[in-house]
């Protein structure tokens, strides 16, 4: 059973448009952290949120933290070739866990 | 600041062969996670230490792999006897304590044939 659940698993867009990254669990979590990963290499830290509805802005991507702090959405805005990669969240309960991860294709 | 190192990049094995992977985290950094992610998903825990005490091996396979930290910093993951499954990107974490950033090593692919 998966902890936490992400939305879509593949997407695959064209240069310009906007998309959501969904990241859905029943539990509660300390804190949520968003990862982007490229292939050959280890998932980097995007962003860690903390607070039951908190928002954060990183240029053209808004995370939010949902209310009750079970689940997450990332949002890219005129997505460009280089957000291809695979994201992923990761939710802190004494440890990190991580959802399955969202494969994201732009194409120019 | 020094990364996360990892080594081999790369290991093939047949199976029922063993391999070791190995891992030197962050100076200072108290908390070292190691993950299995297979090709296209997210990370599988398999244990996380803190300092060289053990805090979670719930989901490492224990009759096949073990784990160890001596002295709190460098790590040691090991399989005997690999199995196809086995065949996955081995990653090696660290952060300060159990609940800052986590910084990834690039890895240790491993295929087992």
């Known amino acids: 059973t998966q902890l936490l659940e992400q939305s879509p698993q593949f997407l695959s867009i064209q240069e310009g448009e906007n998309l959501t990254v969904y990241c859905n669990s029943s539990?509660?979590?300390?804190?949520l952290q968003w990862y982007r990963q490229e292939p050959g290499e280890g998932p980097v830290l995007l962003v860690t949120?903390?607070?039951?509805?908190e928002v954060k802005k990183l240029k053209r991507l808004t995370f939010q933290f949902g209310d009750a702090r079970k689940d997450s959405s990332l949002h890219i805005t005129a997505a460009q070739p280089g957000d291809t990669g695979l994201y992923l969240c990761?939710?802190?309960?004494?440890?990190?866990?991580f959802g399955q991860g969202t494969t994201l294709q732009v194409k120019p | 600041e020094a990364g996360v190192a990892q080594s081999p990049r790369y290991k093939i094995i047949e199976k029922r062969q063993s391999v070791a992977f190995w891992c030197n985290p962050i100076?200072?950094?108290?908390?070292l996670y190691w993950y299995q992610q297979i090709l296209g998903q997210g990370p599988k825990l398999l244990i996380q230490?803190?300092?060289?005490?053990?805090?979670?091996d719930s989901q490492l396979p224990k009759d096949r792999f073990s784990a160890e930290r001596l002295k709190g910093v460098d790590s040691t993951l090991k399989i005997q006897p690999a199995k196809l499954e086995d065949s996955a990107v081995y990653l090696c974490?660290?952060?300060?304590?159990?609940?800052?950033?986590?910084?990834f090593g690039q890895g240790t692919r491993l295929t087992v044939v």
């Open positions: 974490a660290s952060s300060l304590f159990w609940n800052t950033e986590a910084f």
């Open positions: 539990s509660v979590f300390s804190s």
């Open positions: 949120v903390v607070t039951g509805g």
């Open positions: 990761a939710g802190e309960r004494s440890k990190l866990i």
């Open positions: 100076s200072g950094h108290a908390t």
């Open positions: 230490f803190q300092n060289n005490g053990v805090v979670d």
